[in-house]
């Protein structure tokens, strides 16, 4: 069996104490060990301060007026700080709209990837026909082929069913891409649950979906937690497929809103509103991860996560 | 069969199916096998509906309209005409998309080693599963979680002459001068930009190699320790042995995401100067949607469908084997 199959079928994830040949309880703590230990804090914590650095002095930086962001940085910066790059987005750029799409497109994209997944999952896991393993090896197989090298049909298929510069469109495209990995997910976590309890019910003469909203659906909450995790934060950061289906400011997510930052402003680049804005569209990816990194790691075992 | 009806199937055949009674027979209380059968079917058959539905209308309708617009030279209004592999015969003419796979190439080759080893060595540091190591691993994800996009409006900030925090600390340890401009030139874009990607990317390898790590019996380390093995020595002939599958999936992952790069070159250089740090994807976006060549620009995709498609294939292969081990294990 392999690795990583052997710590998945052990369950929620990694847990923080797992026991690995390196870090066996000792009875006694030699010198060695503590210096081992001693190295492992240094170099953890080094490391850990090149990997946040960049992030936290992002949200620094966007406390900065505008006109120090656009010169050296140096310690008298730290003396100013004011939310002035904040307030200006909102007011000059109405940054909260470009948020609120985001917000929409992420929060669709992540319901209706539940549901049909939810659905999918069971059905495969519990409702197996002839030719169902073909269809399940199909929707699998799509893991396989990048979005981003069918902007072009995509592009006049949507166009003819009115959903380019169309914000339920785009959350059909993200839930569509986020399928195979919400439908595998689902699958594995229904086939989890024991199959006498789906045959009690429908001995007990419950219909499918009763026995799925009363006897299943408590236990696939994990399942659902990590579909809705991975769906939510690919729409939340998504880039080039709203780049090409979104030609309307009016419906900018907040990733072509900052572009427009960029590109879009005659002169200067505003610096100081466009880091402001960059730290607004971390701030859900930092707080979700942390609440619930339980479920994402979760994800991450099942092994089709794509890069 | 390992679905529901396996209570009720053994004494079916015997009541409804093999006396042939009438189609009523569920409703005194005897339940037709061929029935039960094909409500199962029925229910399934509508429960997949929907996610098959999605991915039949939005990835293989327009995978196998790609093919066919790869042979006709659309463009975005007007008629078009089936000019069959034309396009295709450009493609492998055309000096800008042939720098654009090469420059993907090159982009892959460089960033490849330096995510792999990074990640490895994050993963060695939080597999232990000591005092302090969730924290580490969730400092070392995050940079993965925050996406690419955001975090190339920031470097963008960062990557400026004068007033970028590259600048000012490589010229407090006097390696690169105080008004080094990263976004405009080849070579200094590219550099900062794999730099950039390997303090993005490494955390997904942390994880994909983490996870395998942890799945290691314990008792191989003992019995090596038994013998006086090193650190070093236990690394090679144990873990990266027994981390194959793990660091195959890893480096298949980070492959493929550097062949779909854009946003960090869109946002950062905009593939210039001029065209030259412009990779596939965004040679693919230009062509379509800036020049209006629909029908040249899928030609284009087209390979890059077949190329990730190879390199996916091989992730399938490794799957699908971890699965029949299972079964082996299982049985």
């Not at chain 1, 939810?118 to 269809?135: D, I, N, Q």
Request: hydrophobic residues 50%.
């Amino acid at each position: 069996m392999s690795a990583v199959s052997d710590t998945a079928a052990r369950g929620p994830g990694i847990s923080g104490t797992s026991v690995t040949g390196a870090a066996r309880h000792r009875p006694r703590r030699t010198a060695r060990d503590r210096a081992g230990f001693a190295l492992y804090l240094t170099a953890g914590a080094l490391a850990s301060v090149i990997f946040l650095a960049p992030l936290v002095w992002a949200v620094l930086r966007s406390f900065m007026p505008g006109t120090m962001v656009i010169e050296p940085p140096s310690g008298a910066d730290f003396s100013h700080l004011t939310t002035a790059n904040y307030t200006g987005l909102i007011q000059a750029n109405d940054i909260l709209h470009n948020v609120l799409n985001s917000l929409l497109v992420a929060v669709g994209t992540g319901a209706l990837t539940a549901v049909i997944a939810t659905l999918a999952g069971y059905g495969f896991a519990r409702f197996g026909f002839r030719g169902s393993g073909l269809v399940f090896a199909l929707i699998l197989v799509t893991l396989m082929v990048p979005f981003q090298a069918l902007l072009t049909p995509l592009f006049l298929e949507m166009h003819d069913l009115g959903l380019t510069n169309n914000l339920t469109g785009l959350a059909l495209f993200y839930t569509t891409f986020n399928l195979p990995f919400g439908v595998f997910v689902m699958r594995n976590t229904f086939l989890q649950i024991p199959a006498e309890l789906h045959e009690a019910a429908a001995v007990d003469g419950a219909s499918p979906v009763r026995t799925l909203s009363a006897v299943l659906l408590p236990l696939i909450v994990p399942g659902i937690a990590t579909t809705v995790l991975y769906a939510f934060l690919f729409s939340w950061t998504e880039f080039v497929g709203a780049l090409t289906f979104l030609t309307s400011a009016n419906l900018y997510t907040l990733p072509l809103a900052l572009l427009n930052l960029e590109y879009g402003s005659v002169g200067q680049v505003n610096f100081g509103y466009l880091e402001a804005g960059a730290v607004i569209a971390m701030i859900p990816c930092v707080i979700l991860y942390i609440a619930l990194q339980r479920f994402y790691i979760r994800g991450l075992l099942s092994g089709v996560v794509k890069g | 069969m390992t679905t529901p009806n396996r209570v009720l199937s053994r004494r079916v055949p015997l009541i409804g199916h093999a006396t042939g009674q009438p189609r009523d027979g569920g409703r005194n209380g005897t339940i037709r096998w061929s029935s039960l059968k094909a409500r199962q079917t029925r229910t399934g058959i509508a429960l997949i509906a929907p996610a098959f539905a999605m991915v039949a209308i939005f990835v293989l309708f327009p995978l196998g309209f790609a093919v066919y617009i790869s042979l006709t030279n659309w463009p975005l209004i007007g008629s078009y005409h089936f000019i069959g592999a034309q396009n295709y015969t450009e493609l492998i003419h055309d000096p800008q998309f042939i720098h654009s796979v090469l420059f993907t190439l090159l982009y892959t080759a460089i960033v490849t080693g330096p995510i792999f080893i990074v990640g490895y060595a994050m993963a060695v540091l939080v597999r232990s599963g000591r005092f302090g190591s969730v924290f580490f691993r969730t400092a070392f994800f995050l940079p993965f979680i925050v996406g690419l996009a955001t975090e190339s409006f920031m470097a963008l900030l960062e990557l400026q002459p004068d007033s970028g925090a590259a600048d000012f600390l490589l010229a407090k340890l006097h390696l690169a001068s105080i008004h080094t401009a990263w976004t405009v030139s080849y070579g200094l874009s590219l550099t900062a930009i794999c730099v950039f990607v390997t303090w993005f990317a490494s955390g997904l390898t942390m994880m994909l190699l983490m996870a395998g790590m942890q799945g290691i019996p314990a008792e191989l380390y003992e019995a090596a320790n038994v013998d006086g093995a090193t650190w070093w020595q236990k690394e090679i002939r144990i873990t990266i042995p027994l981390l194959r599958r793990n660091i195959a999936l890893a480096l298949i992952i980070s492959v493929i995401g550097s062949f779909l790069a854009f946003n960090q070159f869109y946002i950062l250089t905009e593939g210039g100067p001029g065209t030259s740090t412009q990779p596939v994807v965004m040679w693919i976006y230009e062509e379509a949607f800036v020049q209006y060549h629909l029908g040249y620009a899928t030609a284009g995709a087209i390979t890059l469908v077949v190329v990730t498609g190879i390199i996916s294939a091989v992730q399938f292969y490794l799957l699908r084997d971890e699965r029949d081990q299972k079964k082996a294990v299982r049985r």
